[in-house]
T-cell receptor, first 117, second 113 residues
């Protein structure tokens, strides 16, 4: 079974600085998708960025980028120029690409990001 | 506005009560989901509906009963709950179950006394 591990329960960053959140996963599949979701105090989970495993190029979305290391099964999120609004819980998630397999998103336990003004 | 609306935002109920959580989406999606988010635990998928048909029940106790009358609405009926059922219940939707992107609601915070 696939698992997703976020080893950092909490991280802190100074406003305008850069922070990296770690995520590792375990799977025997070769084709899958990886996601980072943000959950601010409003509680709504918002998709931040996603990565297709077959793509070697790391995904980027404005100030958010990932470092996808397929062989190492690592998928870290880098937030550049951190803003106060980035403070939230961040969840890493995995989804199999096989249609006849589970379409479930498998979430990690989350990392709470604090942004210091 | 997220496109996925959940009501109520907060609910407190006794173990013998019957209550329902409601989820509504206006995104034209055909798949809807219930997740349970407990403190310090990963999100747990509970139920999946695709085109109004339940396609997955992730070993959820029968005291949780889902209902999907149409593709835009999803309910979670609650009956004889336990204190350990206290959690944030998140609804999500997607174009269909093969889609990669889920849109979540803001959740219903449930407290069982």
């Amino acid at each position: 079974a696939q698992t997703v591990t976020q080893s950092q329960p909490e991280m802190s960053v100074q406003e305008a600085e850069t922070v990296t959140l770690s995520c590792t996963y375990d799977t025997s599949e070769s084709d899958y998708y990886l996601f980072w979701y943000k959950q601010p105090p409003s509680r709504q989970m918002i998709l931040v960025i996603r990565q297709e495993a077959y793509k070697q190029q790391n995904a980027t979305e404005n100030r958010f980028s990932v470092n996808f290391q397929k062989a190492a099964k690592s998928f870290s999120l880098k937030i550049s120029d951190s803003q106060l609004g980035d403070a939230a819980m961040y969840f890493c998630a995995y989804r199999s690409a096989w249609e006849d397999s589970s379409y479930k998103l498998i979430f990690g336990s989350g990392t709470r990001l604090l942004v210091r003004p | 506005e997220t496109g996925v609306t959940q009501t109520p935002r907060h609910l407190v109920m006794g173990m013998t009560n019957k209550k329902s959580l409601k989820c509504e989406q206006h995104l034209g999606h055909n798949a809807m989901y219930w997740y349970k988010q407990s403190a310090k635990k990963p999100l747990e998928l509970m139920f999946v509906y695709n085109f109004k048909e339940q396609t997955e029940n992730n070993s959820v106790p029968s005291r949780f009963s889902p209902e999907c009358p149409n593709s835009s609405h999803l309910f979670l009926h609650l009956h004889t709950l336990q204190p350990e059922d206290s959690a944030l219940y998140l609804c999500a939707s997607s174009q269909d179950t093969g889609a990669n992107v889920l849109t979540f609601g803001a959740g219903s915070r449930l407290t069982v006394l």
